[in-house]
């Protein structure tokens, strides 16, 4: 066993694109050190990539990382799903950690369930929130389950490592400490070829990620039609902001699938989130990790306002009428 990494980790498995490390590894770096102490173990980042791997695994020890452990090789720039899987499950049957988490990305998604049935363990995907029991310091991984009408807390017992995924900006990153160092342990690819080649990634273009916006301006069933979802766009322009929606415009073709927030949909925690003629149904909600909720609707029962920072109980086409001519446009 290389030095700095023990048997029995908190391992975040740390996703590299063109521009770097995900977000969302900062993300639950932050988690992992603070469920550390009490699972009494340490955090290590682990990394599967091409050249510059092992140096920006080194990096990682600012938002939490005591150990980083990586497979860097040229012919891993970027590994598909199947060839990651290979070498991350290489790395857990020589280090046996107790807990791997990882991002809920569309790479991750994939990758996760295949990882734990070459594994044989279980995996509790799209987690909001996570905790250590403190009888047991077994992982104590919650999601909404049945619908998304009770939030399922889950454990896993006895196969190893406890495996879970995490959606993006459900957890703030950490502020990032550049005074805290950590050892990087460098390996060799271990798992064989992939059998899948990877020709070419071609982005979804044009489409901007709602999960990045500082403002959103989201639209629902009581909006009121198309001419008010034009108002709402304005707003959102003149917010410097982006459109979103609940699920019903979205299945209805009003308003693309990337924009939709919540369950099915995206997370988002923009500084201000303004819900026109949205209900707050769970599974609404689920996605909204806002700073502050602005919510319009004109029944005062509605769930909404019991997330609501702001409750304004009017129509939709008034508010958005007397905003547009108090910014100005
Ligand atoms: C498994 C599952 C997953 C789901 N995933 C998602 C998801 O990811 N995202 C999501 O959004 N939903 C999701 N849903 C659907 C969710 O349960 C709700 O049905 C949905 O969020 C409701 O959308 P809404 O608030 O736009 O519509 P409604 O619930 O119909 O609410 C419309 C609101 O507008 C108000 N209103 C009406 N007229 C006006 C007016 N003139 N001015 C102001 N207010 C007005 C009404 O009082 C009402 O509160 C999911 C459901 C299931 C079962």
Same mark, same amino acid.
């Given at each position: 066993?290389? +030095?700095? /990494?023990?048997?029995?980790?908190?391992?975040v498995f740390c996703e590299q694109s063109e #521009? &770097? !490390?995900? +977000? !969302? #590894?900062?993300?639950? %770096?932050?988690? *992992? @050190?603070? %469920?550390a102490p009490a699972m009494k173990t340490a955090v290590t980042a682990v990394l599967v990539g091409g050249t510059g791997t092992g140096a920006r695994a080194a990096s990682l020890a600012a938002y939490g990382a005591d150990s980083a452990l990586c497979v860097e090789d040229d012919a891993l720039n970027r590994p598909d799903e199947l060839r990651c899987a290979g070498e991350l499950a290489a790395l857990v049957e020589a280090y046996r950690p107790a807990a791997l988490l990882l991002g809920a990305t569309a790479f991750g998604r994939s990758l996760a369930p295949r990882l734990a049935a070459r594994l044989n $363990?279980?995996?509790? *995907?799209?987690? $909001? @929130?996570?905790d250590v029991d403190p009888n047991t310091g077994l992982l %104590?991984?919650?999601?909404? @389950?049945?619908? &998304?009408? /009770?939030? @399922?807390t889950i454990v896993c017992l006895d196969s190893r490592p406890q495996m879970a995924t995490v959606r993006p900006k459900v957890f703030a990153a950490p502020a990032p400490d550049p005074t805290r160092r950590c050892a990087v342990v460098v390996e060799r690819p271990a798992a064989p070829e992939s059998p899948v080649e990877l020709i070419e990634r071609i982005a979804a273009g044009g489409e901007i990620n709602i999960g990045d916006a500082d403002v959103l301006v989201s639209v629902g069933q009581g909006i009121g039609g198309a001419e008010n979802i034009a108002l709402a766009k304005r707003i959102a322009k003149a917010l410097r902001g982006a459109l979103s929606a609940s699920r019903p415009m979205v299945d209805a073709g009003l308003i693309p699938y990337a924009r939709q927030v919540g369950q099915t949909g995206k997370t !988002? #925690?923009?500084?201000l989130y303004i819900a026109l003629g949205i209900s707050g149904a769970v599974q609404h909600m689920a996605g909204v990790a806002a700073q502050t909720i602005v919510a319009v609707n004109t029944d005062p029962d509605a769930p909404i306002f019991r997330y609501a920072h702001y409750a304004v109980r009017c129509d939709c086409g008034a508010f958005l009428r007397e905003t547009l001519e108090k910014l100005g446009g």
């Amino acid at each position: 066993m290389k +030095s700095g /990494i023990r048997p029995g980790g908190l391992w975040v498995f740390c996703e590299q694109s063109e #521009s &770097g !490390v995900r +977000s !969302v #590894s900062f993300e639950l %770096l932050g988690q *992992a @050190a603070r %469920l550390a102490p009490a699972m009494k173990t340490a955090v290590t980042a682990v990394l599967v990539g091409g050249t510059g791997t092992g140096a920006r695994a080194a990096s990682l020890a600012a938002y939490g990382a005591d150990s980083a452990l990586c497979v860097e090789d040229d012919a891993l720039n970027r590994p598909d799903e199947l060839r990651c899987a290979g070498e991350l499950a290489a790395l857990v049957e020589a280090y046996r950690p107790a807990a791997l988490l990882l991002g809920a990305t569309a790479f991750g998604r994939s990758l996760a369930p295949r990882l734990a049935a070459r594994l044989n $363990t279980g995996l509790t *995907a799209d987690c $909001t @929130a996570l905790d250590v029991d403190p009888n047991t310091g077994l992982l %104590l991984q919650t999601r909404p @389950a049945f619908g &998304g009408n /009770i939030m @399922a807390t889950i454990v896993c017992l006895d196969s190893r490592p406890q495996m879970a995924t995490v959606r993006p900006k459900v957890f703030a990153a950490p502020a990032p400490d550049p005074t805290r160092r950590c050892a990087v342990v460098v390996e060799r690819p271990a798992a064989p070829e992939s059998p899948v080649e990877l020709i070419e990634r071609i982005a979804a273009g044009g489409e901007i990620n709602i999960g990045d916006a500082d403002v959103l301006v989201s639209v629902g069933q009581g909006i009121g039609g198309a001419e008010n979802i034009a108002l709402a766009k304005r707003i959102a322009k003149a917010l410097r902001g982006a459109l979103s929606a609940s699920r019903p415009m979205v299945d209805a073709g009003l308003i693309p699938y990337a924009r939709q927030v919540g369950q099915t949909g995206k997370t !988002v #925690s923009p500084r201000l989130y303004i819900a026109l003629g949205i209900s707050g149904a769970v599974q609404h909600m689920a996605g909204v990790a806002a700073q502050t909720i602005v919510a319009v609707n004109t029944d005062p029962d509605a769930p909404i306002f019991r997330y609501a920072h702001y409750a304004v109980r009017c129509d939709c086409g008034a508010f958005l009428r007397e905003t547009l001519e108090k910014l100005g446009g």
